[in-house]
């Protein structure tokens, strides 16, 4: 292989690399309120209920 083709595969390796470093460190910088979390629990609460409720039903 050419040494151009070398340096597409180690630039593209690299955006590779570079994107996925970024995505890691960025995944945890947006906090949930405290509002809105009970909010989450509550619903996933009722959705379990229901899916609860829908599964005692089929038997």
Do not use: H, Y
């Not at 996925?20 to 945890?28: C, G, I």
């Not at 909010?39 to 379990?48: G, H």
Request: overall charge positive; cysteine-free; glycine content about 4%.
């Amino acid at each position: 292989m050419p040494a151009i083709g070398w340096l597409f595969l180690l630039f593209a390796l690299a955006l590779i690399l570079g994107s996925l470093f970024m995505l890691r460190d960025s995944s945890n910088s947006m906090p949930i309120s405290k509002k809105k979390m009970d909010k989450i629990r509550k619903r996933k609460a009722e959705v379990e209920a229901d899916e609860k409720k829908e599964n005692e039903d089929k038997w």
